[in-house]
Nanobody, 117 residues
Framework: QVQLVESGGGLVQAGGSLRLSCAAS?????MGWYRRAPGKQRELVGS?????GTNYADSVKGRFTLSRDKNTVYLQMDSLRPEDTAVYYC????????????????WGQGTQVTVSS
């Protein structure tokens, strides 16, 4: 069993930046983030493999950056927009991430990110 502990999040004005962190209790291949906005389905934000390969949703490309230090993954969010407001969930999987998060092995508790206009 892998446990994920998230930190970061909060309230920021549009155009601002936030950094999320997620520490895993042991090594796992793929780590990353999903988000769920009010009234919307959960969606992939991005993922990073143990080999540092990354994948991003089109909506965040060029604004969000994933990095990884062994068992900790970081999500640097720049140029934030009100539509980025959501609960962000750290996730980890032995194989891969799906677009919707179905089949993910492990989840964090979620952290709120609110971007004011």
């Amino acid at each position: 069993q892998v446990q994920l502990v998230e930190s970061g999040g909060g309230l920021v004005q549009a155009g601002g930046s936030l950094r999320l962190s997620c520490a895993a209790s042991s090594g796992i291949n793929v780590m990353g983030w999903y988000r769920r906005a009010p009234g919307k389905q959960r969606e992939l934000v991005g993922s990073i493999t143990s080999g540092r390969g990354t994948n991003y949703a089109d909506s965040v490309k060029g604004r969000f950056t994933l990095s990884r230090d062994k068992n900790t993954v970081y999500l640097q969010m720049d140029s934030l927009r009100p539509e980025d407001t959501a609960v962000y969930y750290c996730a980890a999987d032995r194989v891969s991430f799906s677009r919707t998060g179905s089949g993910i092995d492990y989840w964090g508790q979620g952290t709120q990110v609110t971007v004011s206009s």
